[in-house]
């Protein structure tokens, strides 16, 4: 980095020399850095879309677990209100 801020900052010839470094090397790097990001990031976005499916998954089995304990927990409740309502009656004297 001192080079290049050397460069910047310095004499005319080296900002130059650099800027031309650069063009003449721009076509070697910038193939090179394609080759090696372009499989870098599809292995990432296949990754991140096996993480989202599998994602979905969880949360699918999470709601079918929930919606499972509602509906015990609702019968429970009907199951407990009907026995209330049969003692209630059996508790009330008929004349």
């Not at 900052?9 to 063009?23: D, E, M, P």
């Not at 994602?55 to 409740?77: N, P, Q």
Request: charged letters at 20%.
């Amino acid at each position: 980095m001192a080079l290049i801020e050397d460069g910047l900052k310095g004499n005319l010839v080296t900002g130059l020399a650099i800027g031309i470094g650069a063009a003449i090397l721009a076509p070697v790097v910038i193939p090179l850095f394609s080759n090696i990001s372009k499989p870098l990031a599809k292995a990432a976005i296949k990754g991140g879309i096996q993480l989202y499916e599998r994602g979905k998954e969880v949360f699918a089995e999470v709601v079918e677990i929930t919606e499972d304990i509602v509906a015990e927990a609702k019968a429970e409740l009907a199951e407990s209100t009907a026995e209330a309502s049969a003692a209630a009656e059996a508790a009330v004297p008929k004349s």
